[in-house]
């Protein structure tokens, strides 16, 4: 059997990025969040192919978009949990995560995030 973390993890294939998270609440006057907390991550970063962009609602599909793998969770927005998605910082620029799928049981966890700042 293939050990996919193994393959995330590779250095010849994998780079350091960091993950930002942050959570908040809502409360009277709109949301509040709490202080964010920055995660150190590793894993392979690609150009997001045509097949993992259907992974993202078709309002939000835009250019510049990288897809990250990491056996570090990685988080979209989500209400319920009161989470806003992550940003992970990569070579200096900032992407906002878009789409997440949880591939924890083959060891690995993998995000289309897109550049911020109107690149």
Request: no cysteine; aromatic share 10%; net charge negative.
């Amino acid at each position: 059997m293939i050990e996919v973390d193994d393959i995330v993890n590779d250095p010849d294939l994998s780079e350091s990025f960091t993950i930002t998270r942050t959570t908040g609440t809502y409360q009277i006057g709109g949301w509040v969040k709490n202080v964010p907390q920055v995660i150190q991550a590793y894993g392979a970063v690609r150009n997001t192919s045509g097949k993992e962009i259907e992974m993202v609602p078709e309002a939000d599909r835009i250019k510049n978009t990288l897809t990250f793998r990491s056996t570090v969770p990685m988080f979209e927005t989500n209400e319920a949990n009161n989470e806003i998605s992550d940003i992970l910082t990569f070579h200096g620029d900032d992407y906002r995560i878009l789409a997440v799928k949880d591939y924890s049981s083959q060891g690995y966890y993998l995000a289309v995030a897109t550049i911020m700042g109107g690149a």
